[in-house]
């Protein structure tokens, strides 16, 4: 079983940018398929990104592409997710997960993370 951690979260002003990470332990990520979510008050969790095969598969959702970029650090076992561009809609609480295949991944049955709250104020 994979454990994860995120951080980086915290207010930022609209159009400015922050860097999610994503620390595991007990596995290696790099044999994983990690994924963002979100999840803004009253809304249901919402795919934002993911990073598999070592890292040499990557995806957005529609709603971030060209402002969010997913990567990894095989050697911190880490992976992060940097926000660029920031909207008072990308507001949530953000969360990583991790699981042997995009499947399991996209289907919520892997690790979770606690989750980081991400603030844009207009």
């Known amino acids: 079983q994979v454990q994860l951690v995120e951080s980086g979260g915290g207010v930022v002003q609209a159009g400015g940018s922050l860097r999610l990470s994503c620390a595991a332990s007990?596995?290696?990520?790099?044999?994983?398929?990690v994924a963002w979510f979100r999840q803004a008050p009253g809304q249901e969790r919402q795919f934002v990104a993911t990073?598999?095969?070592?890292?040499?598969?990557?995806a957005y959702s529609d709603s971030v592409k060209g402002r969010f970029t997913v990567s990894m650090d095989s050697a911190k076992n880490t992976v992060y997710l940097q926000m660029n561009g920031l909207k008072p809609n990308d507001t949530a609480l953000y969360f990583c997960t991790a699981g042997p295949s995009a499947l399991a991944v996209l289907g919520g049955k892997g690790s979770w993370g606690q989750g980081t709250q991400v603030t844009v104020s207009s």
């Open positions: 007990g596995r290696t990520l790099n044999n994983y398929v």
């Open positions: 990073i598999g095969d070592s890292a040499t598969v990557k």
